[in-house]
């Protein structure tokens, strides 16, 4: 096995591939109204059915996990991108992360407030720079600079969107609650036995200007090594960074030779406090574990085997 500058072959698994995307954990899905419930759904499906095709047409881990957190990102139906929750000056702060499981490449953004699809950003400063992490105007420079999309900050001022946000039942106060954690991720395994993983936010609502949550902190929110798995996790940022929550789901595998199911969940029932959060995980077998310990966790899994479903918690018959 090759160190950590090498490649990390990856092994031979046939035709083999699998995805599982989150859409946030967190408020309880039993009280959101039925706008919120079907949009959420849709977009949860839209975004898997892209990636699937993806996948069995063979594309790279690298290429779904972008494509598929972009769509995810241009939906307001979620925290990440258009549907971002404001800080509390009443502006939006993106944050996202990526990462190649073959060679452990990454590259991440924090604290945009222009560009459209900070995930993309974050694929640049990945293979475009020396960096890890570009933070506020330097990310946005370095944006412009190559030509990505930059919108206007009210681009993010979403609430209306009228898919979500025609009921009159609902304050903007709730609404801001359920899309509090409304944050995205996906974990892939390809048909080349590649992993990645990725993850993109409005990070928390009426957070501080300024503040970062673990979404774009490679070995918080985001980490893929083609040798163990693919995470992404969704929750309570700080928790996340404090225990280097998405890393160390890898490290109890790699020095402990825990399964990738014991590894999630010791994280979610012993490690984080409870009611912090998710994780969504792919083995180097395709084997897809998701787990919160919050009321609900909005999730998606397909499989080369057929699988394909949308779930707003992982309670009872979650894995396959
Ligand atoms: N983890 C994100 C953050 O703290 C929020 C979320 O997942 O809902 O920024």
Redo the contacts with the bound molecule.
């Keep these: 096995m090759s160190s950590q500058q090498g490649s990390v072959e990856a092994a031979d698994h046939g035709k083999q591939w699998s995805i599982v995307i989150h859409g946030?954990a967190?408020s309880d899905s039993e009280k959101w109204n039925k706008e919120m419930k079907s949009a959420r759904e849709k977009g949860m499906s839209r975004a898997l059915t892209a990636g699937k095709k993806m996948l069995q047409d063979g594309s790279p881990a690298l290429d779904v996990v972008e494509a598929v957190i972009k769509i995810l990102e241009d939906d307001a139906a979620f925290?990440a991108g258009r549907g971002s929750v404001l800080n509390q000056e009443g502006a939006a702060e993106l944050?996202a992360s990526i990462m190649n499981g073959k060679n452990l490449q990454c590259g991440a953004v924090a604290g945009v407030t222009n560009v459209k699809n900070p995930i993309a950003l974050a694929r640049q400063v990945m293979v475009k720079t020396p960096h890890v992490l570009l933070v506020s105007e330097g990310a946005e420079s370095f944006a412009k600079d190559i030509g990505m999309e930059i919108v206007k900050p009210d681009y993010f001022l979403s609430w209306h969107d009228p898919r979500v946000m025609e009921s009159t039942e609902i304050s903007i106060e709730e609404k801001n609650d359920s899309f509090?954690?409304?944050?995205v991720g996906c974990a892939v395994l390809d048909q080349h036995g590649n992993l990645a993983a990725g993850t993109s936010?409005g990070?928390?609502s009426k957070k501080l200007k300024g503040r970062v949550?673990?979404?774009p902190i490679i070995g918080a929110?985001t980490y893929a090594d083609n040798r163990f798995a693919a995470v992404s996790?969704?929750?309570?940022?700080e928790e996340?960074i404090r225990r280097a929550a998405a890393y160390d789901v890898i490290a109890q595998m790699r020095y402990a030779s825990k399964t990738l199911d014991a590894a999630v969940d010791e994280m979610i029932t012993r490690q984080l406090p409870d009611r912090s959060?998710g994780l969504i995980a792919v083995g180097h077998d395709g084997r897809i574990v998701m787990q919160h310990n919050t009321p609900s966790m909005t999730v998606g899994a397909a499989t080369s085997e057929g699988r394909f479903e949308i779930r707003f918690n992982t309670f009872s018959e979650d894995r396959r």
Excluded: E, L, M
Excluded at 233 to 237: D, F
């Design positions: 946030g967190g925290n944050d509090h954690y409304g944050t936010t990070g928390t949550g673990d979404s929110g996790g969704t929750g309570i940022g996340y959060g």
